[in-house]
């Protein structure tokens, strides 16, 4: 199980490709928290079966969706997402299910030291695939700013604190 951060977009994607990568590289199941509200979506429930192209997802990726959140008994990890592979890889994990409480953890950041889990992991992210109409409002967002990508996972646009903090970054 985790729990998902409530953080925008490109937040709970990260968030998301890294707990799928610590999952297939620990052999287990990632359980997705049942819908929730994230930022940006003006109160609609996000879930990653919505954004996401399941049949490619279940092709990448061992999943099942809880309907509800995860036990408050459940032993809850809070360490970082390096360490819980750290210990995987010593043994010194264990075989109960955990609560991952993970928030913008990059996969790149994780600390793969051995070459196939890289490509593990890198194979896994390249194998998630976009519903279409996340994909077709990605592509036509790009299109109307004169930008036309053949393949990308996501752009990440900032406005509000990048507005001040940046403003040669803001595009009308």
């Given at each position: 199980?985790?729990?998902?951060?409530?953080?925008?977009?490109?937040?709970?994607?990260?968030?998301?490709e890294s707990l799928a990568c610590v999952a297939r590289l620990t052999h287990r199941q990632l359980v997705l928290p049942p819908p929730s509200q994230i930022q940006h979506l003006d109160g609609m429930l996000f879930h990653e079966l919505n954004a996401y192209d399941v049949p490619e997802l279940a092709k990448v990726l061992p999943f099942a969706a809880a309907a509800a959140p995860p036990?408050?008994?459940?032993?809850?990890?809070?360490?970082?997402?390096?360490?819980?592979?750290?210990?995987?890889?010593r043994g010194d994990d264990t075989e109960e299910d955990l609560?991952?409480?993970?928030?913008?953890?990059?996969?790149?950041c994780l600390g793969l030291?051995?070459?196939?889990?890289?490509?593990?992991?890198?194979?896994?992210?390249l194998g998630l695939k976009l519903a279409k109409p996340y994909e077709e409002a990605a592509r036509s967002g790009l299109a109307r700013r004169g930008l036309f990508v053949a393949g990308y996972q996501s752009v990440h646009l900032r406005r509000g604190d990048f507005a001040t903090f940046r403003p040669e970054t803001q595009v009308a």
């Open positions: 199980f985790y729990n998902r951060d409530g953080a925008g977009w490109n937040n709970v994607r990260i968030t998301f036990p408050p008994d459940l032993p809850a990890f809070r360490g970082s997402l390096p360490s819980l592979l750290q210990r995987h890889r609560t991952v409480v993970a928030r913008i953890q990059h996969f790149e030291h051995d070459a196939e889990a890289r490509k593990t992991a890198a194979r896994l992210v």
